[in-house]
């Protein structure tokens, strides 16, 4: 297995992935959202990584910016989505994903990195909902227990919670 970034030739690759990991009540929204961040150009970059086994597309991840209040001070990212075929997964190939895409933002200076998903899940690789209680998400949650996030780079902690703004792929409250 090998992990490496993804390029939009990749598309019908990426939404299979989410179409096969995900419920029926999620996997088309989901493969939209994929598929829409490949081809989203951001400032700073969005970053899709694939997983491959045998030459096969068996896992995706993205990652895309965050503005957080005025945009000034700091730089956030929030992972969304994630996902591994069900014939691949619990073979760490959610993890790398995670730990390679996230290693990728540390070193691009990147201060703190949101998801909205399992705490259960999420907790193993450091996220906290504590790290992402100063930081208002941009639509209501269904589930507000999913909101983490974990800090990668030290910065001055704000007083009031502060609004994120997400790239235009994430715009559906649908999402959330
Ligand atoms: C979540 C997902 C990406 C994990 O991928 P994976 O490659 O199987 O993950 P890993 O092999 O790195 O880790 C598997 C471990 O996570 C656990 N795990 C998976 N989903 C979990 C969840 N929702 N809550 C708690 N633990 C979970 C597994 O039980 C396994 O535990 P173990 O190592 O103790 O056996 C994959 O299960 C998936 O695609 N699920 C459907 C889509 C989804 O839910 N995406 C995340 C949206 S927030």
Redesign the pocket.
Known sequence: MHIRTATSLDRDDVRDVHLA??DQGERDIVSKLATDLLSEETTPQTISLVAESQGDVV?HVAFSPVTIGTGENSQGYILA????KPDH???????KLIEIGTQQLSEMGVHILFVY??P??YSRFGFSADAAAGYTPPYTLQYPFGWLGIALKERSTETSPIKITCVTSLCDPELW
């Open positions: 990991a995900f896992g989505p994630l996902a591994v997964q619990k073979r760490r190939i959610g993890s998903g399992d259960a899940y």
